[in-house]
């Protein structure tokens, strides 16, 4: 996986412009040294990110038609109704275009989901109409790039519909999380890879020179890592993943010849379709297409009959990756191998990609992508001369509507498999994971069951913009360990690798099996987090093989330096493997069974692109309404919230579990309320003195840094029943 560009930043005002805040080009790239102005003529391509009409509305929407239970679960929409219910509305695009186009810009038409605008200029160009000057640097690591010197100015007529103006700067270059021959072994004496003979699945069975790179130097090919995950269980049933399109997100060129010698190998015949977008990446030469090779072959050797669409181009463009795959709407399910660590990701680009993938939920599109290679310490690779060791997440899989996929060190393929924890250090690799400081803890991990143990002593800090907890990466796992890697055929020669780059399109194959099989019925998975941890919840030991200890004599967390850092592995949910591996089968039914409870309704839309009639339905489950936290400002909290059991039952106690941010004497730093008398519905008002902001709340509040909390509400109703309900509250 790849680290992407840095762009720019907040929104400031300033008379009649606007500027998008961004740092200095030597501080940006860390102690990269200014050597003079980019050429005037070097072109520039420029994704102009634009608003959302209402995102608070669309992040609502792209929530509940994930979320189980909803009524507006699985009603996704089609990119017209999506562009005319979310994307920015014709007189803003008309706004922002004129004002690009009155600076000279060649300004281009807008996406089919009214996102974005491509611009295409030279550098002078750019530098008149933002009012900034370009320059060429060279970086820490002594690579030459060019950054713009400050911040660019918009109209201010225009700027409120615009997210960032990305493609200014190429400072920072992705890093796939391929973990390969390139990274050699640092643990010594390393346990030999691993040989086994191939096992007959009723799929791809590898020939002769792969059976003998494997005997030589070990490794799994498809057909055991489809028995280790029982995904033989779908080939026997004649499911080979025919009639699903599987997307991949690439920033190198394959050589065809490395695909075409695998599936020959495999006795496999995908259709594999390439999409190059900003023109695509630089052309293939040997040794450029370890990534792209094994992301291609791990679909095809594991969902055979699934059709591939590469969506490629050059280091960067994962925005415009992005917003081709949802604009064209064709495959349902997108792998991801590229990213950045977050703390080197810009704002505008965070928010521009957040926006992309609450679009893909709310279309029914699966996004998993790689946690990382670097461990808990994810800016270890960032461009630069001395490596940073902090405690850091990768993003775009930090995001709360990506699926992020972990690392595991599996030691052999049995059933289950034996697995732990990835950590073989800094030479080989870890598997990412941790607490973004970017996103706020979504509901489906805040109200996922105390007992799965996603909310811990490690979850909490205000870092990520909200006094409670933060999102938590990364949320499933796979084998990546390089010594226990795939067997692919890349770089013209057969290879051994792994990293987190193999377990996304492990899990994307995984999905477009379901997707073809009868239990779903047609449905798609959609955004998958949600349905994840409720089969967490409700099933956990019979649908994930739960990943709890490092490799005997290994690293015991996935911090490659310091072994007392954190994450270590846990009984349920941990920030090294997340909920675990897949049990094939047995998940695949529950997912399948999640997803073809979708309620029926009116029609949305369809061709007319009309406003989809989806207003909520009353809710039938339990429920928290009018909630409110006041008083912060005066260091008085007051929480008021008013409780509601689900259809035909009442409420006979209410819990709040408060975050550290607000204090209480109950144990547990919670509020339990027990009624006298069952009732539908009860309002609970809770203030100052029983209920304390921390001093750490107040300062943060007063500063800006914190603007919501979040809490969980958990009830429990006559007929033994019960719900956890999260919320997330702003302050006043």
């Keep these: 996986m790849n680290r992407s560009r840095p762009t720019i930043v907040a929104l400031l005002t300033a008379l009649a412009l606007v500027l998008f805040a961004a740092a200095p080009a030597a501080h940006a790239a860390g102690g990269a040294v200014r050597l003079g102005a980019a050429a005037p003529e070097q072109q520039l391509h420029l994704y102009v990110a634009l608003e959302p009409r209402d995102p608070a509305a669309l992040e609502r929407f792209a929530t509940e038609v994930a979320t189980p239970g909803s009524p507006l679960y699985g009603q996704h929409l089609s990119v017209p109704e999506f562009a005319q219910r979310f994307g920015a509305t014709p007189a803003q695009v008309t706004a922002v275009r004129g004002a690009l186009a009155a600076h ?130 779908f080939y026997g049933a004649g499911n080979f993943g025919a009639g699903q399109t599987v997307a991949l997100l690439e920033q190198e060129a394959y050589g065809q010849g490395d695909i075409d010698a695998y599936q020959k190998c495999f006795g496999t015949k995908a259709q594999l379709t390439t999409v190059d977008v900003e023109g695509g990446p630089p052309p293939y030469k040997k040794g450029d297409d370890g990534e792209s090779a094994l992301d291609i072959e791990q679909i095809m050797g594991l969902a055979p009959e699934a059709k591939v669409i590469v969506y490629q181009g050059p280091n960067g463009s994962e925005p415009e990756i992005l917003s081709e795959w949802l604009q064209q709407n064709v495959a349902k399910v997108m792998s991801s191998s590229w990213g950045l660590c977050e703390e080197e990701k810009e704002p505008e680009e965070i928010e521009a990609m957040h926006t992309l993938l609450q679009e893909a939920a709310a279309q029914g599109q699966t996004f998993f992508v790689a946690a990382g290679d670097d461990g808990s310490t994810d800016c270890y690779e960032v461009d630069g001369a001395d490596k940073d060791k902090a405690i850091e997440v990768d993003f775009p899989g930090s995001d709360p509507f990506a699926t992020d996929v972990g690392g595991t060190r599996m030691e052999a393929p049995g059933v289950p498999p034996t697995e732990y924890i990835w950590d073989d250090g800094d030479k080989e690799g870890a598997g990412g994971g941790g607490v973004s400081k970017h996103f706020a803890m979504p509901a489906y991990q805040l109200a996922s069951a105390s007992g799965l143990g996603v909310i811990g002593p490690l979850s909490g800090g205000a870092q990520c913009g909200v006094g409670g907890y933060c999102r938590q990466v990364p949320d499933v796992s796979a084998n990546t360990s390089p010594s226990t890697g795939y067997i692919v055929h890349s770089e013209e020669e057969w290879q051994e690798t792994g990293g987190t780059s193999a377990a996304a399109p492990l899990w994307a194959a995984f999905t477009a099996l379901l997707q073809a099989s009868p239990a779903c019925g047609g449905h798609t998975i959609g ?40 994450f270590a592995p846990a009984v349920g949910y941990d920030m090294a493997t997340g909920i675990g591996t897949p049990v094939g089968p047995s998940l695949g039914a529950s997912l399948c069974a999640i997803a073809s409870r979708v309620t029926p309704s009116a029609p949305s839309g369809g061709s007319t692109g009309s406003p989809s009639p989806l207003a909520p339905a009353p809710p039938q489950g339990a429920h928290v309404s009018a909630a409110k936290l006041t008083g912060i400002a005066k260091g008085r909290p007051k929480l008021s919230l008013t409780v509601t059991a689900r259809a035909g039952a009442k409420l006979r106690k209410v819990v709040v579990d408060l975050p550290p941010a607000l204090l209480t004497r109950a144990p547990a730093n919670s509020l339990r309320f027990s009624l006298r008398e069952p009732r539908p519905s009860a309002r609970f008002t809770v203030a100052y003195p029983a209920l304390r902001a921390s001093p750490k709340l107040l300062e943060h509040f007063k500063s800006g840094i914190t603007k919501k909390l979040g809490l969980v509400v958990a009830t429990r109703e006559t007929g033994n029943v019960g719900a956890r309900l999260p919320l997330v509250l702003p302050l006043h």
Excluded: W
């Design 527 to 566: 955004f998958a987090n949600p349905a994840l941890y409720e089969i967490a919840d409700s099933s956990y030991a019979s649908d994930f093989h739960d990943v709890t200890a490092a490799r005997p004599g290994g690293l015991p967390t996935t911090n490659m330096f310091d072994p007392a850092a954190p």
């Design 104 to 233: 000279g810009l060649e300004v281009g038409p807008a996406a089919a989901n009214s996102l974005s605008l491509p611009v295409r200029s030279t550098v002078a160009e750019a530098e008149s109409a933002f009012g900034i000057s370009i320059d060429r640097v060279r970086t820490a690591s002594g690579r030459v790039a060019f950054a713009n010197d400050g911040a660019p100015a918009l109209p201010a007529a225009a700027a409120p519909f615009v997210q960032g103006v990305l493609g200014l700067n190429d400072l920072a270059v992705s890093h796939r999380q391929d973990a390969g021959p390139a990274r050699s072994p640092l643990l010594a004496p390393q346990a030999a890879a691993p040989k086994a003979s191939a096992v007959v699945t009723g799929g791809p069975q590898p020939c002769e020179a792969a059976l003998e790179f494997q005997e030589e130097e070990g490794g799994y090919t498809a057909d055991q890592i489809a028995a280790a995950y029982q995904l033989d269980s």
